[in-house]
């Protein structure tokens, strides 16, 4: 079983930057591809980016690509969300999700969450 706190969201303005951060508990950790999703008011959660359990993949839905950069350090047990040039739609609670297979772009299908951590773009 794996345990996920996110940490790393704010109130920030339009073309900042910010560094989500997943804390997870567990050996097993390092076992999991690890995903982030976000969710704004009012619409369903949505694929941001995924790095499979080495590192070595990564995997971005088309509208984030070159803006946001996902990676992990096992030995931390962390995975990281950079965004850079942050835009208000951007704006959600963003969330972090461990699932044994890579290549997933379905929240469905990843066995463990954290409780999101809140990112607030203002323009």
């Known amino acids: 079983q794996v345990q996920l706190v996110e940490s790393g969201g704010g109130l920030v303005q339009a073309g900042d930057s910010l560094r989500l951060s997943c804390a997870a508990s567990?050996?097993?950790?390092?076992?999991?591809?690890m995903g982030w999703f976000r969710q704004a008011p009012g619409k369903e959660r949505e694929f941001v980016a995924a790095?499979?359990?080495?590192?070595?993949?990564?995997d971005y839905t088309d509208t984030m690509k070159g803006r946001f950069t996902v990676s992990r350090d096992n030995g931390k047990n962390t995975v990281y969300l950079q965004m850079n040039n942050l835009k208000p739609e951007d704006t959600a609670t963003y969330y972090c999700?461990?699932?044994?297979?890579?290549?997933?772009?379905?929240?469905?299908?990843?066995?463990?969450w954290g409780q999101g951590t809140q990112v607030t773009v203002s323009s």
């Open positions: 999700a461990a699932d044994s297979y890579f290549g997933s772009q379905t929240a469905n299908t990843y066995k463990y």
């Open positions: 567990g050996r097993a950790f390092r076992t999991y591809n």
């Open positions: 790095v499979s359990w080495s590192g070595e993949m990564t």
